[in-house]
């Protein structure tokens, strides 16, 4: 990737987003939006209600003159919208289960998604909590890049700013997918597919009768989402596929994951948890795990031993690469 040619194309991308903000005076994630919505219709700006102002299109056009004459990669691309919704993050105070998921983040799901699954012609992979797109996006352009030919994708969100979000970044990147917007916890409109992931929000699901269904309902109150999430994903995936979820590190010590155990037991193998580096984290209480598993079926069995441990610091080459040659070991035994 051209780090210089990422940059300027990310300036321009930011100027004309803050120019859109000031004049119609809206959220810095709604004028991400429609700016990358222009962009898609090659710098056509859409005028409403006398907004834009005409001084302000006139700059916007030679602005988006600049930025479409940058010819930029899917993954430099990716990269520009990436650094838009950072700035996205501190300028609207986005809350945590609405931010993306960091760029490491996704390619340790990458690197682990592409050796499990091996060389494949095709594949469907589903984002249940897609948000902004970052993760799927990161994970396709890597698998784009290895031994997967033909990916198809699809994701769900029930927040309509994220969709859309993930909508133009996704088209922007010229990355084809199906993005839906519903409830995760409702009966999924998508087809059964070979790999559930996400970066699973944290908390109370509201609506106590929706989940009087499954298995990880709480017995009192309100039901954690991640749990049924995860009981939806298993659902929602084909014989033998794979489910890889970012989860928070203290999953299994909550008084609810009794019965999430026992739904994953009943339907899936628990094949693996791997705590994330701690330095990817704020503090302690925000730190995550990655949680894989495997449905029943096609050929699916228990790992044995079960994959285990931690990320060393991503700064400490060293260990990294001796812990990734474990992961790689596990895989290629347990194949």
Avoid: C
Wanted: glycine share 6%; charged share 25%; hydrophobic share 40%.
């Amino acid at each position: 990737m051209n780090l210089e040619k990422i940059s300027s194309a990310y300036n321009l991308f930011d100027k004309a987003i803050n120019l859109l903000r000031e004049d119609l005076d809206s959220s810095y994630m709604d004028a991400l939006v429609e700016t990358g919505d222009n962009l898609l219709e090659n710098g056509e700006i859409m005028v409403e209600d006398g907004k834009p102002t005409e001084k302000v299109i006139k700059e916007l056009e030679h602005i988006y003159a600049e930025f479409l004459a940058i010819s930029l990669s899917p993954e430099e691309m990716r990269q520009v919208i990436q650094f838009a919704l950072v700035n996205a993050s501190k300028v609207d105070k986005i809350q945590p289960n609405h931010q993306m998921t960091p760029d490491s983040i996704g390619l340790l799901v990458a690197y682990l998604l592409e050796r499990i699954l091996g060389p494949k012609e095709e594949i469907k992979i589903l984002d249940i909590a897609v948000g902004t797109g970052n993760l799927l996006s990161t994970l396709t352009n890597h698998l784009k890049q290895g031994k997967v030919k033909e990916v198809e994708l699809f994701g769900v969100d029930n927040d309509d700013t994220l969709l859309a979000v993930a909508g133009m970044s996704l088209k922007m990147q010229q990355i084809e997918a199906h993005l839906y917007h519903q409830d995760a916890i409702d009966n999924l409109v998508t087809p059964k597919v070979d790999v559930v992931l996400s970066d699973l929000p944290v908390g109370y699901y509201p609506i106590d009768e929706r989940v009087v269904n499954f298995g990880t309902k709480a017995k009192n109150g309100h039901s954690f989402v991640h749990h049924l999430l995860i009981e939806q994903s298993i659902l929602q995936l084909l014989p033998g596929g794979w489910g890889i979820f970012l989860v928070p590190k203290n999953l299994f010590e909550s008084t609810e994951a009794k019965s999430l155990l026992e739904v994953i037991q009943q339907q899936a193998h628990f094949q693996g948890i791997l705590n994330l580096p701690n330095d990817l984290f704020a503090s302690q209480d925000s730190a995550k795990s990655l949680l894989l598993l495997q449905k029943r079926g096609n050929g699916a069995k228990q790992a044995n031993p079960v994959l285990l441990g931690g990320f060393p610091a991503i700064k400490d080459k060293e260990a990294f690469t001796k812990f990734l040659q474990q992961v790689d070991n596990w895989i290629n035994k347990n194949k």
